[in-house]
């Protein structure tokens, strides 16, 4: 079967002859540079290095909501606005159309790929609590629920019609296998707001983009770190599906997720913290893995970028017990 068919057969619960082996976040440069100097051939871009390892492609296109012309950020977490007449002046570089025809002259060059059934393609949205932070910083947003909050509704009202324009504009081409909505609004110890101001700041909009995409066909998945566990109710009432990285060392368990959320999709959760302990603690983590990979609508896969403390020789037993137990999880209940 193609790699298409494997990822789609596995995320809805139906795995066949294994399950699908990705690395879904691009490759940390650092990691890279390691493996250089441990021996991976010099140069390589991030699909090359896919290729190196014989994983399964995925190709990913971010739609950006600040397009050409728009102010950066003096420094990291630090906004680009302060209240409404800045966002009235930036408004124009914002939610450009040029940024959705470059979405889709992207999803028309990578159509013979996905239409081959070669590679998986999904598309990510700026969610409704990340890009509000990218805009006002990242103190003063969460300043701005209870200081601006009608310029953070103005936002998201924005956003979500980009959002709504751009997936019509997309699903002309063709629906991508999924979504992820990123957000990153959990941390190791639980959600960064109230479920009360996630069900007014956050879920109207989620309400208006995640049905638009389920009507043709898509699945949508929230990306947030840390300990995402306590807003997966949040999620799904919202009519959100899935969840990805499941960060093992904020304290994530896919197997407590998955009794009680029976039909949750899931991708990633595979501890990168152990890594470069050698095979035996990898192993030890497929195998508190296993269980739930046999119950299915889970694709596991390193919990963000590997990093750079695994070494070359590591990742190539990574690799090997990844196969290994994508197999085992499939034949054992075939």
């Not at 440069?29 to 051939?41: S, Y």
């Not at 598309?123 to 990340?130: H, K, V």
């Not at 701005?144 to 924005?158: A, G, K, T, V, W």
């Amino acid at each position: 079967m193609t790699n298409r068919e494997r990822f789609q057969a596995a995320l809805s619960g139906r795995p066949k002859d294994r399950l699908p082996m990705i690395e879904w976040a691009d490759w940390w440069d650092k990691t890279v540079a390691r493996w250089e100097d441990d021996g991976l051939p010099v140069g390589l871009k991030n699909p090359d290095v896919t290729a190196y390892w014989e994983l399964d492609p995925m190709l990913q296109f971010w739609l950006r909501s600040a397009g050409e012309g728009c102010p950066r950020p003096a420094g990291h977490g630090l906004g680009i606005i302060q209240d409404e007449a800045d966002y009235n002046a930036i408004r124009p570089y914002l939610y450009q159309d040029r940024s959705i025809h470059q979405l889709v002259e992207w999803m028309q060059q990578v159509r013979p790929r996905r239409d081959s059934g070669e590679a998986v393609v999904w598309l990510t949205f700026e969610g409704f609590f990340w890009f509000p932070r990218t805009l006002l910083g990242i103190e003063p947003h969460l300043y701005s629920f209870y200081d601006c909050p009608d310029l953070l509704h103005r936002i998201n009202q924005d956003q979500s019609d980009f959002c709504l324009k751009a997936i019509d504009a997309a699903c002309t081409i063709f629906p991508p296998d999924f979504v992820t909505i990123a957000e990153d609004m959990s941390y190791n110890h639980g959600p960064m707001l109230s479920k009360s101001l996630f069900d007014e700041f956050i879920a109207p909009y989620y309400q208006k983009v995640v049905p638009a995409l389920q009507s043709y066909g898509v699945s949508v998945l929230i990306d947030t770190d840390g300990d995402v566990e306590p807003m997966i109710s949040w999620f799904s009432e919202c009519g959100i599906e899935g969840v990805l990285p499941l960060e093992r060392q904020a304290g994530v368990d896919v197997s407590r997720i998955r009794q009680q959320y029976p039909k949750w999709k899931m991708l990633g959760g595979f501890d990168k913290t152990i890594m470069h302990l050698g095979e035996a603690a990898m192993r030890q983590e497929f195998e508190r893995l296993l269980p739930v990979m046999r119950m299915g609508s889970f694709i596991p896969a390193v919990d963000h970028q590997t990093p750079p403390d695994v070494s070359l020789e590591n990742y190539r037993i990574f690799r090997c017990l990844y196969e290994e137990y994508a197999r085992k999880a499939v034949q054992e209940t075939i």
